[in-house]
C-alpha cells in the first residue's frame, strides 16, 4: 500500500516550481516597472551638451574643432572632441544614446520624455558666476525643469509625467566656475564679500543645498551630485599660476586643496539632505582625474597637463577654433582644450562611475 505521503510529493514539488516561477515573474516585472525612465542634468560645461547655443554667451562650442570626434563629426556645443561622462551615463542605462540640451527647439516629445540637460556652459552653484559669463544660473535651470514638466503633462498627462520623474535619474555637476573663474578670477566681488575661502564654500552649500530641496520638491528620488575635480591640475590654471608655464608644468597644489576641502564639505553635508524616499548619492570626479594625472603611463595617457587644442596652454571657447592645431592622437591626451577632458577622459571617469551607479539605480 503506498503511502498518503507519497501521492504528495509531485503535488509539493511541483507547489514549490510554480511559487518559484511566480516570485521570477513578479521580480522581473518589478524590475521592468522600476527601469530609469530619463536622465535629468543640471551643472556647468562638463555636462551641457548645447543649451548655450541659444544663449547670449561667448561660452560655446557649437564650432570646429570640437565635437570632431563626436557623431558625424558635429560640433553640437559639447566642451570636448567628443561625448560627455552624461552621455555614457544615458547609454549605460538604455536611455538613449545621447542627452539633448533642453533649450533645442528640434526636438520632440519622445526626446523630451527620455531625458535632458539643462546645464549651462560657464555656470555655477553661485548666481554671480553664471551672471560673468551670461550662463543660466542653477535656479534658471530648475525653472526650466519646472517648464519641462509642464510641457510633457500637457502631452502625456500628469500621473505619467509624475511617474516618469520619480523614475529618473538626475546628475548635478557644477562648483569649479565658482572657484576658478569667479572666487580667484579677475573680479574681487566675492573675495571681498567672503574673505575666506571656508566662507564661499559654506556660502556656496547654501545655494546647492536650496537647489537640491527644489529639486526634491519636484518628485526628483534619486539624485547624483558631482564634486569638484583637481581643479590644480586644469591646463589653463597652471599655465595661470607657474612660475615657469612653459617648461615646468606641474598641479598647483594649494587649488587641489581647495578642491578636497570643497568636497568633504559637499560629503558630509549632503549625509544630512537625505529624505526617507530620496537618494542623493555623492560622486567622486577628484580621485579618476588624480589617477589619470599621476597614473598616466599606466591608463595609457602621455599628455597630462596641456590640451589637445591650440597650444594647450590657454585655449578655450572661442580660442580653440578652426585655426587652431590640433595634437596629433588626442586618445592620449586627458585635455581636449585647457579646461575640459577628452571624450577618452570622459569615459574613464565613467567607468569609475559604474559600480556606483548600479548601487544608485537599484
Same mark, same amino acid.
Given at each position: ?13 511541483? /507547489?514549490?516550481?510554480? =511559487?518559484?516561477?511566480?516570485s521570477? /515573474?513578479?521580480q ?5 516597472s ?7 542634468v543640471?551643472g556647468d560645461?562638463?555636462v ?7 544663449l ?11 565635437g570632431k570626434d ?9 566642451f570636448?572632441?567628443?561625448r ?8 549605460f542605462?538604455?536611455?538613449k544614446e545621447?542627452?539633448q540640451?533642453?533649450l533645442?527647439?528640434?526636438l520632440?516629445i519622445d526626446d523630451?520624455?527620455?531625458g535632458?540637460s539643462?546645464a549651462?556652459?560657464?555656470g ?8 560673468? %559669463? !551670461? ?6 535651470? /530648475?525653472?526650466?525643469?519646472?517648464d519641462?514638466?509642464?510641457?510633457v503633462?500637457i502631452a502625456?498627462?500628469?500621473e ?18 565658482d572657484?576658478?573663474?569667479?572666487y580667484?578670477g ?5 573675495r571681498t ?5 571656508s ?9 546647492i543645498?536650496?537647489? /537640491?530641496?527644489g529639486?526634491?520638491?519636484? !518628485?526628483?528620488k534619486?539624485?547624483g ?6 581643479i590644480?591640475c586644469?591646463?589653463?590654471? =597652471?599655465?595661470a599660476?607657474?612660475?615657469d608655464p612653459i ?6 597644489e594649494?587649488?587641489n %586643496? ?13 549625509k544630512?539632505l ?11 570626479i ?6 589619470m594625472?599621476t ?5 595609457g595617457?602621455e599628455?597630462?597637463?596641456?590640451g ?6 590657454i ?39 559604474e559600480?556606483? =551607479? ?5
Amino acid at each position: 500500500m503506498r503511502s498518503k505521503i507519497g501521492y504528495n510529493i509531485p503535488n509539493i514539488v511541483f /507547489l514549490f516550481f510554480l =511559487i518559484n516561477v511566480v516570485s521570477l /515573474l513578479y521580480q522581473f516585472c518589478n524590475a521592468q516597472s522600476e527601469r530609469v525612465s530619463a536622465v535629468f542634468v543640471f551643472g556647468d560645461s562638463t555636462v551641457d551638451p548645447g543649451n548655450n547655443n541659444y544663449l547670449p554667451t561667448v561660452a560655446r562650442a557649437n564650432f570646429p574643432p570640437y565635437g570632431k570626434d563626436f557623431v558625424n563629426h558635429k560640433p553640437t556645443g559639447r566642451f570636448s572632441n567628443g561625448r560627455l561622462v552624461t552621455d555614457f551615463i544615458a547609454s549605460f542605462l538604455g536611455v538613449k544614446e545621447n542627452l539633448q540640451p533642453y533649450l533645442d527647439p528640434t526636438l520632440t516629445i519622445d526626446d523630451l520624455m527620455t531625458g535632458v540637460s539643462f546645464a549651462s556652459s560657464g555656470g555655477g552653484y553661485d548666481p554671480f558666476t553664471s551672471q560673468l %559669463s !551670461g550662463a543660466l544660473t542653477t535656479s534658471q535651470q /530648475l525653472d526650466l525643469f519646472r517648464d519641462y514638466k509642464r510641457k510633457v503633462a500637457i502631452a502625456i498627462g500628469k500621473e505619467r509625467t509624475d511617474d516618469l520623474i520619480k523614475k529618473a535619474v538626475y546628475i548635478v555637476s557644477s562648483g569649479t566656475n565658482d572657484f576658478a573663474f569667479n572666487y580667484y578670477g579677475a573680479i574681487v566681488v566675492r573675495r571681498t564679500a567672503y574673505p575666506t575661502i571656508s566662507s564661499y564654500q559654506n556660502f556656496l552649500w547654501q545655494n546647492i543645498e536650496s537647489f /537640491l530641496q527644489g529639486l526634491m520638491d519636484e !518628485g526628483a528620488k534619486k539624485i547624483g551630485v558631482v564634486n569638484a575635480p583637481p581643479i590644480g591640475c586644469l591646463p589653463a590654471i =597652471i599655465t595661470a599660476n607657474s612660475k615657469d608655464p612653459i617648461h615646468s608644468r606641474k598641479c598647483i597644489e594649494r587649488f587641489n %586643496s581647495v578642491s578636497r576641502d570643497y568636497n568633504k564639505l559637499l560629503e558630509n553635508n549632503l549625509k544630512g539632505l537625505q529624505r526617507w524616499n530620496t537618494r542623493i548619492i555623492y560622486a567622486d570626479i577628484y580621485k579618476p582625474i588624480m589617477d589619470m594625472v599621476t597614473r598616466n603611463h599606466q591608463i595609457g595617457f602621455e599628455e597630462v597637463h596641456r590640451g589637445c587644442c591650440g597650444s594647450g596652454l590657454i585655449e578655450a571657447d572661442f580660442m580653440c577654433n578652426q585655426k587652431s592645431p590640433l595634437c596629433t592622437n588626442v586618445s592620449k591626451y586627458i585635455f581636449w582644450d585647457s579646461f575640459h577632458p577628452t571624450e577618452r577622459a570622459y569615459y574613464f571617469i565613467f567607468k569609475s562611475f559604474e559600480t556606483l =551607479i548600479r548601487q544608485y539605480i537599484g
